[in-house]
Structures are given as C-alpha cells and as structure tokens.
C-alpha cells in the first residue's frame, strides 16, 4: 500500500533498525511506566523524581551505569557459555519481533506460522538461562536456572494451548490473518467493533495471561529469580551490561508478550473504521496503546501477589490451567463447526 | 474460595495507586518535625556541674567531658568563696550517637534538652563531633516545655 519500493537489503536494515530501537524503548517505557512509577504509587510512594521529569532518565542513568561497571567472571566459570548466555536470551526476545505486526505493512515478516515461530523462539530464552545458571559455577544461579527450566516447561504448554483456541477460531496461524479476522468478525451479527477475541476467547485470554506471567518469571511466578532465597537466580554471578542484557530481555519480553496478547485477543493494530496507509500510520499508536493495557494487567498482577511455592506453582500449571486450556479448545472447536 | 481474596488484593493495589503518595520530597519540601522530636541534643553550659552522669550512662560512650574546679563569689555577703566544677570540654560524637536519650534523662540538673533541629549532617564524619559551643548553640531550637495536662501535679522546684 506504502508506493515506496525498497531493495531487500534495504527493507532489512530499516527493519532491523527498528527492532533494535523498539526492545530498548520497550524496556525503557515499561521500566519506567510500570516498574518505577507504578509500583511506587501502589506502594503509596513516588519513586524515583530526581532524574528528568519525575525520574523519567532513571533508567537511562542506571543503564549509563551498567556499561561502566568492570565485567567479571566469576573463577570458576565457563568463561564462553558464562560470556554468551546473556546474548542468547536477549536473541529469543529479539526473534519474537520478527512476527508482531504494527500495522497492514508494518510487520518484519509475515509469517504463515506467526503464533508458532513466535512460541517456539521465545522457549528459545530457557537455553539462555540454563547456560547461565550452569557456567556460573554457583549453586544458587544453578537451582535458579533449574526452577526457571521447570517453570517455563510447565508453562508452555498452557501458552501454547491457550492461543491454540484463537488460531482454530481464526481459522489462521499468520499474526496479520489473526488481526484481520478480528477485524471482520462479528459478535452476535454486530460488526462495528470487528471481533476482538477477547470476548469469545475470554477463557483464553486469562490462561494465556496466567501463563505469560510465569514465562516472564514475574511475580508471583519468580521463584527462579527470587531474592530472598537464591540472591538473584541465574543472574547472582552477572555485572554490567551482561546483567543489563538480562534486564533488557526481560522487559523486551515482556513488551513482546504485551503485544502478542494484544494482537491475538484485542484485536492488535486494527481499530474500527481506520483503513489502507492511514491504518499504517495509526497501527502502531492503537498497538501501543492495546500493549500498555495488557501491561498494566500483567504488572498489576505482579506488584499484588506473594511468591507461589515451587510445587504450588507446578500445581497450577499441570492440574489447573493445561486442563482448562484443553476444555477450551474443545469448545471453541465444537462451536466452530456448529455456528 | 481463594479467589474472591485475590481480587481484594487487586482492589486494595488499585486504589493505593489512585491515592496521593505519602512520600515528602524532602530536600525541596521541609516537614516540620513535632515538638518533642528527637533531633539534636543541646547543652545549657550554666548548668552543668561535671557530675559525669550522663558521659557514665550513654550505651554508646560518645560524650566527652573534661572539667575543673573554680571558685565562685559568694551567695552571701561575708561568706565563704563557693567551690563549682566548671566544663573544659563536653563534647557529643553524633557518628556515635544512637538519640537514646538516657543522658537527657539522667541529668540532675537539666543541662540538656532534645531540640527537634535535624539538619546537620556533614561531608567528613569528624566534624559530627560537636564541642560545647556548638551544643550550646542549639538551645537557641529548644522548645518551651509543654504545657502540663489538666489536674498534674505542679512541679516541686522551679527549673533553675
């Protein structure tokens, strides 16, 4: 639709560009939003207020002060996995990009198997953790990556199973045919507002809110980073911008988690009555802004709850949410082939 | 059920975010601390008859205090010169200081007093150590004591 036509190698830097601006203002608007500011206020304090307008530069500081801090390696580490697995995790989130779309164009590409790429990379992230957790040479970051292992098994498959219900109402895998057949669903024989399936797929949407809250290890699902009892997990032997790297996958991914519930139960770009290049244009605000709100969910969430225990955690995941997810696909098959 | 307690939860996070925070941005907003606050320890030079007291009470051991004896006029006329310990040094080591209060408490002879003035930090811990002139100072920031309640007993003696 954009009448602008680009050499592959073109296209592909402008893409990679964006992405790698994108996870860092990802990181950056989600720390600040909601880790920062957020959180202070449901703590009934300000937060940071010294660093730009109301600590707005905090995070850019602590960034600055990451990058000037000595890289150590721990003694006994495997100095290349111990060297490579903050790069591995962050590779997960920035794979998860290549399929979330922004608007009719705006998509890095447009995968007939989007949903699918998009689950299977971001398991990509456990390698990372495990390689970490092994190479520090430290029980602590050790049990962290084991439970982070355990924990991100277990809550695959409810993921996976919850979004299978959207894809067998879509009746597609491709991100972009998800959008567009919310856009021209009905509910009940209304059109005006498409079909966000939000409300056919409510059931989904919770489960699949419930299981990206432990794939993103937050609270209450951070047993594998815990504090008070492994330091900081997988990340305990970490020191400048490897840790930053961590700290940059996980807002990344959870940025990137932000935008596949948006788009696959809200609707993602796609807001009524806004059509061709101008849907170019406003996609990525309506997608921001579907992102902030299924945020705002994911962190209220974690800034409520205590820690689950590590077999309270196992217990939700294999009685509750897989059989769950699994009766929701069955009806949404067996009203699929009725209605 | 579970379940309604965690939506509670939610609830109660909710609107703790939509209420003002509680937080004084201290350096540019100034709260005043209340009357009886413990701030600063201030010393009433006058009054002070170098019993040691409070120097052999105070847990931490941060005051100092060295004095000698001198004659006073007189309280008579032809009588006999008076003896009074009078301060060469009291000194208190605010770095050492944990505003217990026991050396206000045990003074015989009311020297000291809580003043509510907090502001004194200082780039080098030695200069915490503040000598006599310096604890006189901050009686300037005593307040008035408070009134007594209705129906207490009136106090036997004056403060002198």
Known sequence: MIGIDLAYWQSTGIKVAVVLGIIPAGALIFGYVFLLKMMSHMQSRLGPMEAGFHGSLQLVADGLKFLQKEDIFPAKADRFVFGIAPLVVLMSTFLLYVVIPAGPDLIVEDLDTGIFFAMAVSSLSVLGILMAGWASANKYSLIGALRAAGQLIAYELPLILAVVGVIVQAGTMSMQGIVMAQADGEIFGIGAIGNPYLFTQFFGFVIFLIAAQAELTQAPFDMPVAESELVAGYMTEYTGFRFLFFFMAEFGTAFAFAAIGATLFLGGWYVPGVEGDLANLLGPFVLFAKIMAVAFLIFWIRFSYPRLREDQLQTLAWKYLIPLSLLNIAATGILKVAL | ?160
């Open chain 2, 1 to 160: 059920m579970e379940l309604p307690g965690l939506l509670k939860g939610l609830g109660v996070t909710f609107r703790a975010m939509l209420k003002p925070a509680v937080t004084v941005q201290y350096p540019h907003v100034k709260e005043a601390p209340p009357a009886r606050a413990r701030g600063v320890i201030a010393l009433k030079e006058e009054n002070c008859t170098v019993c040691m007291l409070c120097a052999r009470q105070c847990p931490d051991w941060c005051i100092y205090i060295e004095g000698y004896k001198d004659k006073a006029p007189p309280r008579r006329e032809g009588g006999k010169a008076r003896t009074v310990q009078k301060l060469d040094r009291f000194d208190i080591d605010y770095s050492l200081c944990m505003y217990c209060g026991i050396c206000v408490e045990v003074c015989p002879f009311d020297a000291l007093f809580w003043s509510p003035e907090y502001e004194y930090s200082e780039a080098k811990i030695a200069d915490l150590l503040h000598d006599k002139e310096k604890l006189g100072e901050w009686m300037e920031s005593v307040p008035e004591p408070l009134p007594l309640e209705v129906g207490a007993l009136a106090p036997k003696k004056a403060a002198k």
